[in-house]
Structures are given as C-alpha cells and as structure tokens.
C-alpha cells in the first residue's frame, strides 16, 4: 500500500463592516462571528482542506483556478474542493487533521457537526476526521479575534 500526506494552510481576516453574507466554516453557517473576507465564500476550513489535497495531487486550485472560478460566479468553496478531489485519481482519503486558531467563533461546540460536514463532504468516516480548536492564549492576530487560521494534515493511501 502507498501513502502520502498533504498540508493546506489557510487565514482569512474578518470583513471589518456588515457583510450580507454569513460566517461559513468547513461548509456550516456561523451566527456568532463576522464573515471572512475573500472573493470567494472565503470558508477558510475548506480552503486549507482543499490546499492539503493539492499538496498530494500536485494540482493546485486555490489561486488561479479559484479565482477564475469565482469570476464566473462560483463562490461556494465546497466547489474548488470537489475539483481538487477530482484530482485525487485512484488515491483515498484515508484521515484529515485539522487543527484552527481563533478566538471566535467558539469552535468547540460545533465540532461534531464540522466532522459531519467534511465527512459527507469528502465521503469518509467522521472517526477519520479529527479537529482540535485553540486561541493559542492570544498572542496572534487569530487569537485576538481579528481572524481565522487554518492548518489541515491529509493523508490518503492507494492499494
Ligand atoms: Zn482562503
């Protein structure tokens, strides 16, 4: 069996006025902080998720790619990640890490429900989907609330 592993690294700041648009993470809805901002949904879980399969693929989406898309109109992120699984050929995803820094919103509480998301979203188990959450005691600009950072550790194995 092969195995290799991928690191998609992601931050977006949050959108300084009212934005029309909702706080999205890992393809849930946030009430309890402001949008982030980008061209895009600016989901910066499955920015940084999308990032980590590219970091096994080879092809990257989150740049060119993306923003031709969302010149076009796609802004929902959980496009880009379907090209990049696109990309992943006879590879399976076999467990994704994902490890945020911020001090909103809460991420604990939604843990279980972001596992859901990106299991559905990436067709694994939700045991194979592991996120820790910290405010990293406040010494970033994510952990003074001024945005979001995102690390993802992907490893997928073919027979
Ligand atoms: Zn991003």
Redesign the pocket.
């Known amino acids: 069996m092969d195995i290799k592993t991928g690191i998609g690294l992601?931050s977006?700041r949050f959108v300084e006025d009212n934005s029309d648009r909702p706080l999205t993470l890992g393809g849930l809805i946030f009430d309890d902080a402001p949008a982030l901002s980008?061209n895009?949904d600016?989901d910066?879980i499955l920015?940084a998720v999308t990032d980590a399969i590219s970091g096994v693929t080879g092809y990257t989406v989150?740049g060119a790619v993306a923003d031709a898309l969302c010149q076009k109109g796609f802004t929902d992120s959980k496009a880009y990640l379907k090209l990049a699984l696109e990309s992943l050929g006879d590879w399976r995803i076999s467990h994704l890490s994902i490890a945020i820094e911020c001090s909103r919103p809460k991420i604990d509480p939604k843990v279980p429900a972001l596992r859901n998301s990106l299991s559905s979203l990436l067709a694994v188990r939700v045991e194979d989907v592991c996120i820790t959450a910290t405010s990293g005691e406040g010494l970033s600009d994510y952990g003074r609330g001024e945005g979001i950072h995102v690390s993802a550790l992907l490893t997928v194995i073919k027979d």
């Open positions: 992601d977006h980008g895009s600016a910066v920015h989150i």
